[in-house]
Nanobody, 118 residues
Framework: QVQLVESGGGLVQAGGSLRLSCAAS????????MGWYRQAPGKQRELVAT???????NYADSVKGRFTISRDNAKSTVYLQMNSLKPEDTAVYYC????????????WGQGTLVTVSS
């Protein structure tokens, strides 16, 4: 059974930092593209960052230069280091695992809340 378990969310003041972790189990191997998405109240879920099996990363323009995604394949864990946080970063952050080859399945974690106070 595939599981993605996020941790590391919480309340932080603007300008502060948080590191999110997502532990994968149940067959999520290094071939998967891992990503972080977020959903703010009243808004659609949006991409934050992704990292492929080979390491290339992609970031939303709104977080470039502030957030860093990384992965430890030996631990089946993906991280999101968030620096210089802003109130507009407040959202539920979701971990995603996407298999880029057939059958091209995707899995989601349950989400972790990040609240940035001004």
């Amino acid at each position: 059974q595939v599981q993605l378990v996020e941790s590391g969310g919480g309340l932080v003041q603007a300008g502060g930092s948080l590191r999110l972790s997502c532990a994968a189990s149940g067959g999520i191997g290094s071939i998967y593209t891992m990503g972080w998405y977020r959903q703010a109240p009243g808004k659609q879920r949006e991409l934050v960052a992704t990292i492929t099996s080979g390491g290339p990363t992609n970031y939303a323009d709104s977080v470039k230069g502030r957030f860093t995604i990384s992965r430890d394949n030996a631990k089946s864990t993906v991280y999101l280091q968030m620096n210089s946080l802003k109130p507009e970063d407040t959202a539920v952050y979701y971990c995603n695992a996407y298999l880029p080859i057939a059958p091209r399945v995707a899995y989601w974690g349950q989400g972790t809340l990040v609240t940035v106070s001004s």
